[in-house]
């Protein structure tokens, strides 16, 4: 899978989410919404991004990368600005469920998240986040069972896989010129 190339995007950009529902209305009023497909997909975001003011050469490696990941029907890795972190707290294991305390920290439910437990014997690894309790508590189950607890670094990586439904090129003056684009999420193995 091709890298979107490394050509910041100006700030300014919009993102967008739809979360996938199927809503079931009756006739006294009651509303019914039903997650549809897998509960990791359920919120795919789009991306209105802008390149302003770049070089005609790195509006042309731009344009030849999305025509490429167009003729070919393919998706490409990209990494929205200002998205993605890293941050530290603490953690206490009990069986296999794992309590991570980070205030402010950010996930919501079926995050998948890179843990390294920098203190005690927890085994780092990638995980899913099964509940969040409030904005400074969530919880992951680990593979074994053990009793522990120490300090920890999480991340949350910003990478993940586009289409690109449009795009435009603007040349304003000589070598300079603006390209608009729209960035798509698409879950695929």
């Known amino acids: 899978m091709a890298t979107f190339p490394s050509i910041e995007a100006s700030f ?4 967008k989410s739809q979360p996938n ?3 079931v209305k009756y006739a006294d009023g009651y509303e019914h919404r039903i997650l549809f497909g897998l509960a990791s997909h359920q919120n795919p975001e789009t991306y209105d991004l802008t390149w302003q003011n770049i070089t005609e050469t790195e ?3 731009i344009e030849a990368f999305l025509r490429t990941e167009a003729n070919n029907s393919t998706s490409f890795t990209y990494s929205p600005p200002s998205e993605g972190f890293t941050k530290t707290g603490t953690y206490s294991q009990t069986a296999t469920t794992v309590t991570i305390t980070i205030t402010d920290h950010g ?3 079926n995050d998948v998240l890179t843990i390294d437990y920098t203190s005690g014997s927890a ?3 990638t995980f899913v986040v099964k509940s969040v309790t409030d ?3 969530f ?3 680990a593979a074994a069972s053990a009793s522990n607890s120490g300090n920890v670094s999480i991340t949350l990586p910003a ?3 586009y289409v690109c439904d449009q795009w435009s090129k603007q040349v304003n003056f000589a070598n300079r010129a603006t390209i608009n684009a729209t960035f798509r999420e698409v879950f695929e193995p």
């Open 135 to 137: 904005r400074n508590i």
């Open 21 to 23: 529902t199927r809503i």
């Open 12 to 15: 300014g950009f919009t993102k």
């Open 107 to 109: 996930v919501a439910v």
């Open 139 to 141: 919880t992951v189950n």
């Open 123 to 125: 085994v780092d690894g």
């Open 159 to 161: 990478a993940r896989k």
């Open 59 to 61: 509006s042309d490696v």
